[in-house]
């Protein structure tokens, strides 16, 4: 992950192009850096060509006078002067030997790095050349763009002082600046014949970025003694004492390094002073040591400031150090940060659109996601996609159409005082986000506020666990003396999920009794007209990663409709709304809950996984009877509702790319295998399947502080003993505190970015922690983890 050190300044060198002079400018650089008495260390990872042509041997040669300074390597040499995907396949010809893959090579550079500082404690430079232009492939075939990232190193850009010079090297800017990375100079060569300096350097100022210029390198001369003596005497008047050009880059680096450090050092206190942070009692935050400093995030790693040695200034340590995000960034990452094809969607749509009005408007991303979630999610069901901000706008837009469509179907037994008391039918420990629409339609609790009014009736569900290696299914109080029992032992995760073939037991009779005998008794009592059901179907996340049983969900949705349920073509007694922001598109192993329970929604709403973790969007779904309701001749009647950036043209792109390449991951191997783990031991294939190991899952749940423990897809739930249980509990929050500390498991290498040991940033429910991958973690990261875990709980 991200390399930064006190002492050792570090330079990543790009070209615009080939044939740019990046080897000269990097030559130059490394002299001005040992000219000032910096010790230096110069890395060129991949060389291909002729060993006295290669880029190493070119500065060793024009830095002798330094060489007691200077430390310069190649760590992947090949003899063919081609690409060095080409290289590489060239010289394996002959083998069946593969080229080093991008993690291999990556973890290379980072180690080289991590020994050049562990040399010493003294002010020192690197600069790291990269070869031929931004683009030009690495040996996987990786665009040297992409696989550089996870090191994020700050960048010199050479730029193209040739014909076509200015295009290339904007293009090349554009696409560093694409994948995040910071350019803090851009060089190239004086040319008074194209004076591609004098269009770049305004251009460069406008954006804040430094660029100077030097001469041209004299030509080569037949005589190698005066060849070398021609090009050693150029190097010596641009780096001189007296030039401008060189020197004046070499203080600017050493600027931006020093800034660099200055805003890590100070961001904890600058945010202290000016941020209000959700879900966070200021009041317990005791200072700068408790502020998580994020510089930068690459696929399931944040890239977090090591606080003792960025306050170390003799530290040979990385001032950054990898953390896991393990919880997928509040739930939203869906291919980890910073992927490179949604950051071009976004870029493709924010070209081409902006954003545009939308009301009887269609612009084609917008399209397109209608038409593509229409025929997933909603296939079955759906007719129409309503667009939104974010999980919680959506649902109250969905609790706005099914309250409508309910008070149309009655609206000759509700009179208007009526209309404003309608009550909603959920779950105790629902959440359907912050806004008061979405708490009111929840029970009171720790997340609602002085103008939250609870309207409606909401069960105490039955919920699934594993504890000691056996599932169960724990039946609340309220419902025990239906089923006569607080706990029903599960034949095996596949069978809780096998709606369909439970939906005719005792359980489910209890489940249906106890559901019609409580609506009878409300409706005795006077409650509130309940207008719709609503769920957060299989999984319930704010309110304590509430595995719910499915069976009780289905049989709920059949007793409000009054009739068994498959695909709801015209509603009936209540409209069903789905919460899907959490749990949808694959977030726990499916595309959508409806096959899973065997019923479906006439109302739906999907966010957080849909555009990737990348933008916020929302997207509602509805059947075409509850469209009906809104249809009139009167605008009145109309759903009067919207956003300003309702179904922006960014968000919309993002999230047809975030669903193409869903629809790829769900053929991969990865998914494959991880499936084929959970099959049952019958043979047949499991309709519920997880990332995490159902072994690892097994053995935690047999731990004397573990309470139970659940996993579904990318989440895993680990609810600890607890007699002071809740959302208030410190429990979870105390035992795996340990997790942060950056290290990797006992026996076995770091499998973060560059292979340094990493931390792991999580959050807890109360007495529960979950931990969350992405959708296309790797397997190698995600048993780290585990193991991080069970060392964890192990130890205490």
């Known amino acids: 992950m991200s390399s930064l050190f006190q002492h050792l300044r570090i330079h990543q060198v790009f070209g615009a192009n080939t044939n740019v002079g990046k080897t000269i400018f990097t030559t130059s650089l490394v002299r001005a850096s040992a000219l000032r008495g910096k010790k230096v260390f110069y890395l060129k990872p991949v060389s291909t060509g002729p060993l006295d042509d290669a880029d190493d041997h070119h500065v060793n040669r024009y830095t002798t006078k330094y060489s007691s300074l200077i430390t310069a390597e190649c760590l992947f040499r090949y003899d063919e002067p081609v690409s060095p995907h080409l290289a590489v396949k060239l010289r394996d010809v002959e083998s069946t030997r593969q080229p080093p ?81 910071t350019v803090d100079a851009v060089v190239l060569f004086h040319d008074d014949y194209y004076r591609n300096w004098e269009y770049l350097k305004p251009y460069f100022a406008e954006r804040g970025v430094f660029l100077a210029t030097v001469d041209h390198p004299p030509g080569k001369l037949a ?66 040591k408790d502020v998580n400093v994020i510089d930068s995030a690459y696929a399931d790693f944040f890239s977090v400031t090591n606080k003792n040695a960025l306050a170390d200034r003799s530290s040979t340590q990385s001032v950054l150090s990898p953390q896991y995000d393990g919880s997928a960034s509040w739930w939203t990452q869906t291919f980890g940060h910073a992927h490179p094809s949604l950051t071009m969607a976004a870029a493709k749509a924010s070209g081409r659109y902006g954003h545009v009005m939308f009301p009887q408007a269609v612009h084609l991303p917008a399209l397109k996601l209608a038409e593509r979630l229409l025929n997933g999610p909603g296939k079955g069901w759906a007719s129409r996609a309503f667009f939104s901000d974010n999980g919680s706008t959506g649902m109250e837009v969905a609790i706005k159409m099914a309250l409508r469509a309910f008070t149309t179907r009655q609206q000759h037994n509700l009179n208007n005082e009526e209309k404003k008391e309608l009550g ?311 035992l795996f505190q340990p997790l942060y500390e950056p290290k990797a498991p006992d026996g076995i290498l770091s499998s973060a970015p560059g292979g340094a040991p990493f931390g792991i940033h999580y959050r807890t429910l109360g007495d529960v922690a979950y931990f969350m991958t992405s959708l296309n973690t790797s397997v190698s990261v995600i048993r780290s983890i585990e193991d991080r875990i069970w060392e964890t709980l192990t130890s205490t």
């Not at 040996?139 to 992409?146: E, I, N, R």
Request: hydrophobic residues 40%; aromatic residues 8%.
């Open 101 to 181: 893959s991008d993690a291999t090579f990556i973890d290379s550079v980072a180690n080289r790095i991590r020994i050049y500082a562990k040399s010493g404690n003294a002010p020192a430079h690197m600069y790291l050349e990269t070869a031929g232009g931004v683009h030009s492939p690495t040996l996987s075939g990786t665009s040297q763009a992409d696989c550089y990232r996870p090191l994020f190193l700050p960048t010199v850009l050479v730029g193209d002082s040739q014909l076509g010079g200015i295009s290339t090297t904007i293009s090349s800017y554009e696409s560093l600046l694409l994948r995040g990375y």
């Open 223 to 288: 005589d190698p003694l005066q060849d070398f003596a021609s090009t050693d005497q150029y190097y010596e008047s641009i780096t001189s004492v007296e030039s401008e050009g060189i020197r004046s880059v070499v203080d600017h680096l050493d600027k931006c390094h020093h800034h660099r450090l200055q805003d890590l050092e100070s961001m904890p206190r600058r945010a202290l002073d000016s941020i209000w942070w959700p879900f966070v009692q200021h009041g317990l935050v005791q200072g700068d």
């Open 424 to 734: 909603i039918l959920g779950l105790k420990g629902s959440y359907h986000g912050d806004t008061i629409g979405a708490m009111d339609a929840c029970e009171e609790g720790i997340y609602t506020c002085e103008w939250h009014e609870s309207k409606g009736f909401w069960f105490d569900p039955p919920t699934v666990g594993i504890k000691d290696g056996e599932v169960l299914i724990n039946i609340p109080a309220s419902l025990a003396s239906f089923s006569h029992s607080k706990t029903v032992k599960a034949e095996s995760i596949a069978w809780v999920y096998e709606v369909e073939n439970r939906i005719n037991t005792p359980l489910a009779r209890a489940y249906a009794m106890y559901v019609t005998r409580a609506l009878e008794a409300l409706n005795q009592r006077g409650g509130p007209v309940l207008a719709a059901l609503v769920i957060e179907p299989i999984l319930m996340g704010a309110g304590g990663m509430l595995f719910v049983d499915p069976l009780f969900q289905r049989v709920l949705v059949d007793t409000v409709r009054g009739r068994r349920s498959g695909a709801s073509h015209r509603w009936s007694g209540l409209p069903v709304i789905f919460d899907e922001v959490f749990v949808g598109l694959n977030r726990i192993g499916v595309e959508s809950t409806g096959p899973l329970l065997g019923v479906y929604p006439d109302i739906s709403v999907n966010a957080k996984v849909l555009t990737g973790g990348l933008i916020p969007l929302a997207v509602t779904l509805t059947s075409q009877s509850i469209f009906e309701a809104f249809l009139s001749d009167s605008k009145a009647e109309a759903l009067l509702h919207g956003h300003s950036y309702t179904a922006h043209p960014i968000g919309c792109e993002v999230a047809n790319e975030t669903l193409s390449m869903l629809d790829k991951l769900a053929l991969s191997d990865e998914w494959i295998a991880a499936q084929g783990s959970w099959v049952k031991e019958n043979g047949d294939q499991s309709p519920v399947w997880s990332l995490w190991d159902p072994n690892f899952v097994g053995e935690v749940s047999k731990l004397p502080q573990v309470k139970e423990v659940m996993a579904l897809g990318s989440v895993l739930s680990i609810k600890v003993e607890d007699k002071a249980a809740g959302y208030t509990s410190q429990s979870a929050q105390t």
